[in-house]
């Protein structure tokens, strides 16, 4: 992660309050944080190269190319640009897709319909680098229009939708200009000085977002990245233009302008992290179960525990996780990724009662206990491998500031525990878990 430098945060926007928004959207966000739980896909061309997604065809971002694809930065994108030549993912199968995450426990997908590269997993009209494209062999195949493929399966899986889009895109003449020589992630030219290509620009953005907006059903979230476009180098696009238009299609379309902040960033989006200072907005923390977003042969997958304590302690401070998967070249999901979904999935199907639909607790953790609420019942998790060994893990009502509990008994065997001092002392039978549970009912006021 410390080598990584396309990490974007503002940690100046994450503390902005709402302006005025739209009620379909305020009704939107408050599913939204019911749900809790989201998947991204970042899937193109560089799950064929097998590199860190499209990163290595920006000059100035040297920490892509440790382990370069190509000798020669030339080499490189010339091979790279070529590569929709042989994208053909014939085991593609988004039923499995959206069987598995189904399974998983997670409520709402996101997928990239265009990365920094430019290359469109869609049947876009404005654009012919694309997985429809003559050029693309897998143009031939029933399920070429991927996006649409995607986003039919996971909704009839009940999964809520989004578009992932890059503002930026390194494939386009109108942004990375032909014969230029750009040298990092901007716009190959300044566009206080060539307004009219800038403009033409815009409006190629506007018609590509207007196009997934109107073309593929229901849309949920409209995930802007590509930071520096609307903070830097003179690159603005016109989103109080562009918004509202795509609301007229999608009126509960919540937008994120990531690190952008005003209007337009709906909800905030740390990244690779649990924030320390909490966002004032609604946010999620995005974090990919390996170590890249893309597919990348041989990369490093988190445990099981580390997703599991990344989500628990996301959620217990009014967070949601959304966590990325990268597909393989041939379509399919890499193995590791379906092993941790599982076990996710398994652990959910138990513990989800104090995952979804709550919201954070006045008290969000005491010791290696996190906390979440949901009306009068307040749900604990307590972490048991950080105790020690001659310790009897207890937790104080006092310190929570609880009055009036009703119970206390373990979500997953139904144990109802005794409350002595208004103490709750945990068994050594519930410190074989990596994680116990608990649910404490509050008696309803009146």
């Known amino acids: 992660m410390k080598i990584r430098q396309d990490i974007e945060e503002n940690n100046v926007t994450q503390q902005e309050a709402y302006s005025e928004l739209p009620s379909e959207v305020r009704q939107q966000l408050e599913k939204f ?46 091979d790279y640009w070529a590569l929709d030549k042989v994208f053909d993912p014939q085991k593609f199968c988004p039923e ?52 649409k493929e995607v986003v039919q399966a996971f909704r009839k899986e009940g999964l ?23 040298k990092g992630r901007y716009a190959s030219y300044d566009p206080m000085e060539k307004p009219e290509i800038w403009q033409s620009y815009q409006q190629f953005v506007f018609d590509q977002l207007q196009e997934l907006c109107t073309s593929y059903g229901k849309m949920d979230i409209l995930w802007l990245d590509g930071g520096w476009v609307n903070s830097a180098n003179n690159e603005y696009l016109a989103m ?25 960033e709906n909800y905030v989006t740390p990244e690779r992290k649990v924030p320390d200072i909490l966002p004032k907005k609604v946010w999620e923390s995005n974090i990919p179960l390996a170590k890249n977003w893309g597919y990348v042969p041989d990369d490093c997958y988190k445990t099981f525990e580390e997703i599991l304590t990344l989500l628990i302690q996301i959620v217990s401070k009014g967070g949601n996780l959304l966590l990325g998967i990268g597909p393989k070249p041939d379509g399919t999901l890499p193995e590791e990724a379906v092993a941790l979904m599982t076990q996710l999935g398994s652990w959910l199907n138990i513990y989800g009662k104090g995952i979804y639909g709550t919201r954070k607790n006045d008290v969000t953790q005491l010791k290696n206990w996190y906390f979440t609420r949901k009306k009068q019942t307040i749900y604990g998790f307590h972490f048991n ?62």
């Open 96 to 147: 499995t897709w959206a069987s598995v995450c189904k399974k998983a426990g997670f409520n709402y997908m996101l997928f990239t319909t265009k990365h920094h590269d430019g290359f469109n997993m869609y049947d876009t009209h404005y654009s012919t680098y694309k997985v429809t494209g003559k050029n693309c062999p897998f143009h031939k195949d029933k399920r070429k229009d991927i996006f």
């Open 385 to 446: 491998k950080n105790e020690a060994v001659d310790t009897t893990p207890e937790l104080s009502l006092e310190a929570l500031g609880v009055n009036d509990v009703v119970s206390v008994h373990n979500i997953k065997t139904n144990h109802i525990y005794s409350i002595q001092n208004r103490r709750i002392h945990l068994t050594e039978e519930d410190r074989q878990a990596f994680v116990t549970g608990i649910e404490i009912q509050i008696e309803t006021e009146g």
């Open 33 to 78: 944080q019911d749900d809790k739980l989201g998947v991204i896909f970042h899937w193109g061309l560089y799950a064929t190269a097998g590199i860190v997604e499209s990163w290595q065809l920006s000059e100035e971002d040297t920490w892509a190319r440790k382990k370069p694809w190509r000798t020669t930065l030339d080499q490189l994108r010339q």
């Open 160 to 182: 809520s939708t989004g578009i992932y889009y890059s503002k930026a895109d390194w494939a386009s003449p109108l942004y990375w200009e032909p014969d230029s020589r750009p």
């Open 240 to 264: 109080d233009q562009l918004i509202p238009q795509l609301r007229k299609a999608q009126p509960q379309l919540i937008a994120v302008d990531r690190t952008i902040g005003g209007p337009y």
